[in-house]
């Protein structure tokens, strides 16, 4: 099936690189950085949300088989899911500075923005949740509050 | 090293429901229902959290290796699964009732918080967090601004 991959580490290397590329791709290329930062965030967020739950399955192998990388493929595959995680810190620095929001810890919403995208690959869909853009509606609502965001 | 188990499956089975009942109790075990409703989910909140990164091997396995339950196995491991999240759900309904708490979404908030909890999993300890304690109080904090918690 695989006829360019000498053993399955390196396959799961290149698909990591794509999924990873193409989840950072999706959440920078939602972001404009002339809009607000609740804006950004919003957008960035439903973006995010978004392609974890359209990308079910090859996101729930590149989010939860990282270990099985080579210590090498795994800081290559760090530094790319780094940047995607610097897209909402940046935001949320923002807007804590614009005192758009009022995050308690900019880290830990950062975290927890990131953490609850990527589980979606674990559990989308689910009775409850079905559509990707419904789902992401409401995650946006919750990341929105948890940075403290005014209205 | 496991002479009692048949199969895989009976042996994923059994330390799922290990691992499920162990951490429905460690929730059920924190709540008071005579505290306020703030209290109730920050202390269940932080229980469950804490738990999936106490026993963040365990959890591991239990939370992402469902899908290779038998159907009737599936079946009683969603049941627990269903339990601990009304935990939550319960304690946000009757905090929205009591105008403690101001959802946008009840169910939403139900999913964030026992996604974050389960998400732990899969990544602690992390290079910022590696203290259940510290992580707890962080998550805490994003519950009750999720659930809209009057301070």
Chains 1, 2 share one sequence.
Do not use: C
């Not at 359209?54 to 990282?66: D, F, I, T």
Request: aromatic content about 8%; cysteine-free; glycine content about 2%.
């Amino acid at each position: 099936m695989y006829p360019h991959y000498k053993t399955k580490e390196s396959l799961l290397f290149a698909i990591s690189v794509q999924g990873h590329e193409s989840a950072l791709l999706a959440t920078t290329s939602a972001d404009r950085p002339s809009d607000s930062p609740r804006d950004r965030l919003a957008a960035t967020v439903a973006a995010y949300v978004i392609w974890h739950a359209r990308n079910q399955s090859l996101a729930k192998v590149v989010q939860h088989e990282l270990r099985s990388l080579s210590p090498d493929h795994f800081k290559y595959i760090a530094s790319i899911r780094r940047r995607t995680s610097e897209v909402f810190a940046r935001i949320i620095q923002l807007g804590n500075e614009q005192e758009a929001f009022h995050t308690i810890d900019a880290e830990a919403a950062t975290l927890a923005i990131t953490s609850l995208g990527v589980d979606v690959s674990r559990w989308f869909p689910s009775h409850a949740y079905s559509d990707p853009e419904v789902l992401a509606e409401r995650y946006v609502e919750l990341a929105l509050r948890m940075v403290g965001a005014v209205n």
